[in-house]
């Protein structure tokens, strides 16, 4: 059974901090790792998305992933309050098919004024 | 460009009924994936079509079913609905083999009662 791990928070920051996001996952052969942001209510939007070891930078946001730890993390630099949401990590799963998420629970992010 | 439209946006259904959510991809694009996410908890993969063919089928009981049409849009059938059907219903659509991640829908949120 394939898993993916976040932990569930909340994470509680101040704003201009930065936030730091953890997920773990299972599959020692997964390639494709996501980052999806959903707001209460709405449905998952993508912002990030990261294929090779290191880190990839979009904006204020970082996604750094390590294969050997089977860790990939997301860090929002200069955190707003607009930035409160549920974070959902994901790794695509192709076995047998065009490709499925595996997503994990969700870690709920706090911006406090 | 349209996104991913889902209808209908909410529907109360009673425990034993039947329900059909549907769903039309981003235009061009010709693979639908349904998955289902109970409160609290991330996305779960329900069902994959890719050019009107079944590719990829979750651990989900028989009473969920799918087709895609010619149109490449999309139909989740839930037979005998139990309470624990009771979640928002996410459909999502591709072009190629999902290297940038899925757009989902807004979601259909269905209360069984």
């Known amino acids: 059974q394939k898993e993916v791990e976040q932990n569930s928070g909340p994470l509680s920051v101040p704003e201009g901090a930065i936030a730091s996001l953890n997920c773990t996952y299972s599959?020692?052969?997964?390639?494709?790792f996501f980052w999806y942001r959903q707001y209460s209510g709405k449905s998952p939007e993508l912002i990030m998305f990261?294929?090779?070891?290191g880190d990839k930078e979009d904006g204020r946001f970082t996604a750094q992933l390590n294969k050997a730890s089977q860790y990939v993390s997301l860090l929002i630099r200069d955190s707003q309050p607009s930035d409160s949401a549920t974070y959902l990590c994901?790794?695509?799963?192709?076995?047998?098919?065009?490709?499925?998420?595996?997503f994990g629970k969700g870690t709920k992010l706090s911006v406090k004024p | 460009d349209a996104g991913v439209t889902q209808s209908p946006t909410h529907l109360i259904k009673t425990r034993g009924q039947h329900v059909t959510l549907r769903c039309s991809p981003i235009s061009g694009h010709k693979s639908v994936s349904w998955y289902q996410q109970v409160l609290g908890q991330g996305p779960q993969f329900i069902f994959q079509?890719?050019?009107?063919?079944?590719?990829g089928r979750g651990n989900f009981p028989d009473r969920f079913s799918a087709r895609q049409f010619p149109n490449y849009s999309s139909e989740l059938n839930v037979n005998a609905l139990l309470l624990g059907d009771s979640a928002l219903y996410l459909c999502?659509?591709?072009?190629?083999?999902?290297?940038?991640?899925?757009?989902f829908g807004s979601g259909t949120r269905l209360t069984v009662v």
């Open positions: 079509y890719y050019e009107k063919e079944e590719r």
């Open positions: 599959d020692r052969g997964s390639q494709s």
């Open positions: 999502a659509s591709s072009s190629l083999r999902q290297a940038h991640g899925y757009t």
């Open positions: 990261i294929y090779s070891n």
């Open positions: 994901a790794v695509m799963n192709y076995g047998g098919s065009q490709g499925n998420l595996i």
